[in-house]
């Protein structure tokens, strides 16, 4: 069965940075590609950053464009995400997700993980 377990969340100033992980089960890792997702209460989940089974495509939010980078190390089936110069509405749990191409829309992905709680203060 397709696990996908989220990290390294957390509660963080205004301008600061995280690095999430997403590490996934399963010998086929290398075969899929894995989106970011966050999602707020009251809200649909909203894109935010996708990756190509190998790496040599990505595709970002506008919003988080020029601070996020999503990233992947197929030798230990994870799939990173630095966040830098966070901003207040970058509050959010944010999920991991898993689909056969690198698109921003959430019904395309068929796994996802249980989300990690990312809370930026100010």
């Known amino acids: 069965q397709v696990q996908l377990v989220e990290s390294g969340g957390g509660l963080v100033q205004a301008g600061g940075s995280l690095r999430l992980s997403c590490a996934a089960s399963g010998r086929t890792f290398n075969n899929y590609a894995i989106a970011w997702f966050r999602q707020t209460p009251g809200k649909d989940r909203e894109f935010v950053a996708a990756?190509?089974?190998?790496?040599?495509?990505?595709d970002y939010a506008d919003s988080v464009k020029d601070r996020f980078t999503i990233s992947r190390d197929n030798v230990k089936n994870t799939v990173y995400l630095q966040m830098n110069s966070l901003k207040f509405e970058d509050t959010a749990v944010y999920y991991c997700a898993r689909a056969n191409y690198p698109v921003r829309y959430s019904g395309r992905y068929e796994y996802w993980g249980q989300g990690t709680q990312v809370t930026v203060s100010s």
């Open positions: 990756i190509s089974s190998s790496g040599l495509t990505t």
